[in-house]
């Protein structure tokens, strides 16, 4: 598990191979078993593999960010939907002082989908600069729900090597949080 976890890398380039239908039953299955508040399940999931809307979905990130060439060339692109105002609430009531947990909620079901990904020899990258209105227009994503990110998903056409990351002892706090 460990080597899953450390070895997964945002994957920007793609070979031109289509994605086997069991392949991405096996992503769908690992989305399903993400955990969630209360187990209410809010996320959706659109499946992108039309090449003109894959196209236009790319013409809505900005062309700086590194991640919109791969939008369009990607045999698979993974729109990750979800409804707010479940997750945190109780008889529609917010209970928490977060309003959005449904993001957390998405953000494992997509940490699901990469990590499943990587394990069967697929690349992704979790997009989440682009222009949302228009890709909920553009995907149909009715009133209610809002679509958060965006996975590309396809064979690497490329190994990139692993940005830092900080070291435990930077983050990790045992007992009291203590800043030095
Ligand atoms: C919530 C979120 C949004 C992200 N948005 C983008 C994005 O818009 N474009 C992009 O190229 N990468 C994006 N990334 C990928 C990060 O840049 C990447 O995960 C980070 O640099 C660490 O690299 P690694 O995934 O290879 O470990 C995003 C990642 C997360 C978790």
């Known amino acids: ?14 070979q031109d191979k289509a994605v086997e239908a069991e392949k991405l039953t096996q992503i769908f299955e690992a989305a399903r078993w993400a955990p969630s508040w209360g187990n209410l399940q809010c996320c ?3 499946v992108v593999e039309d090449v003109e809307d894959k196209k236009k979905l790319a013409s809505l990130l900005s062309a700086k960010n590194p991640a ?3 939008v369009e060339n990607a045999p698979v692109v993974i729109a990750v939907c979800g409804t707010p105002g479940k997750s ?3 008889n529609n009531k917010q209970v928490t002082r977060y309003q959005h947990w449904f993001l957390y909620d998405l953000g494992l079901v997509s ?5 499943k990904a990587s394990e069967i020899g697929l690349g992704t990258v979790i997009v989440g600069s682009f222009d949302h209105a228009q ?4 995907l ?12 590309p998903l396809g064979y690497p056409d490329h190994a990139p090597s692993a940005p830092k990351r900080k070291a435990i002892a930077d983050f990790v706090h045992f007992g009291q949080y203590n800043p030095s």
């Open 111 to 115: 940490q699901n989908i990469c990590l």
């Open 68 to 70: 919109t060439k791969c």
């Open 140 to 151: 149909g994503v009715p009133d209610g729900c809002e679509l958060v990110a965006l996975i």
């Open 135 to 138: 890709a909920e227009k553009l």
């Open 1 to 14: 598990m460990d080597d899953l976890i450390t070895n997964r890398r945002s994957i920007r380039r793609f």
């Open 44 to 46: 959706e999931l659109v």
């Open 88 to 90: 945190g609430y109780y």
